[in-house]
T-cell receptor, first 115, second 116 residues
């Protein structure tokens, strides 16, 4: 069974500081990995995705993530955090076969940004 | 880009009544949509997979008679919470994926259900 672990429940960083959110996955085949962001009371917005190819993927809002197969990780990074980045971040893994795209989500990491 | 619209964004109902939540794919066809439930400060739990023209597939532990799903067209899926109870209060989110390509899931903005 597939699973996703986000070890950090809550992270606080200062505005302008760098950010790394951790994500580890367990999946039997080649994983398809995603990072979503959720603002309070809102749905999820896709930040970036990894299907294949270059293991360093660029996303929206200046985010990037690196797929490391040997470590079963897909950590999200941003070099300089903005106050508007404060939100809940979810890592997800899933298949992309046909029309079945059930995702398994991690428990999320809440990011707080101090000014 | 692909957009998924969910309605209503929030609803308050009395115990014992039923509530219908709509999920629409606005600019693409989605033969499959997914319904998730999210408890406060927790992750999303998949409830069911909605299949256009056929019965929904429910995850283990989800009562199909309580959470009725109808996917009558390629752009609309509905989730009806029947005989709602306070413990059904939650944030419900739908998602859909464009069939034509390998695009990832697009999510609606969610529906906050409060049962009093």
């Amino acid at each position: 069974a597939q699973s996703v672990t986000q070890p950090d429940i809550h992270i606080t960083v200062s505005e302008g500081a760098s950010l790394e959110l951790r994500c580890n996955y367990s999946y039997g085949a080649t994983p398809y990995l995603f990072w979503y962001v959720q603002s309070p009371g809102q749905g999820l917005q896709l930040l970036l995705k990894y299907f294949s190819g270059d293991t360093l993927v660029q996303g929206i809002k200046g985010f990037e993530a690196e797929f490391k197969r040997s470590q079963s990780s897909f950590n999200l990074r941003k070099p300089s955090v903005h106050w508007s980045d404060a939100a809940e971040y979810f890592c997800a893994v899933g298949p992309l076969a046909g029309t079945a795209s059930k995702l398994t989500f991690g428990t999320g990491t809440r990011l707080q940004v101090t000014l | 880009g692909a957009v998924v619209s969910q309605h209503p964004s929030w609803v308050i109902c009395k115990s014992g009544t039923s509530v219908k939540i709509e999920c629409r794919s606005l600019d693409f066809q989605a033969t499959t949509m997914f319904w998730y439930r999210q408890f406060p400060k927790q992750s999303l739990m998949l409830m069911a997979t909605s299949n256009e023209g056929s019965k929904a597939t429910y995850e283990q532990g989800v009562e199909k008679d309580k959470f009725l799903i109808n996917h009558a067209s390629l752009t609309l899926s509905t989730l009806t919470v029947t005989s709602a109870h306070p413990e059904d209060s939650s944030f419900y989110i739908c998602s859909a994926r464009r069939v034509e390509d390998n695009s990832p899931l697009h999510f609606g903005n969610g529906t906050r259900l409060t049962v009093t």
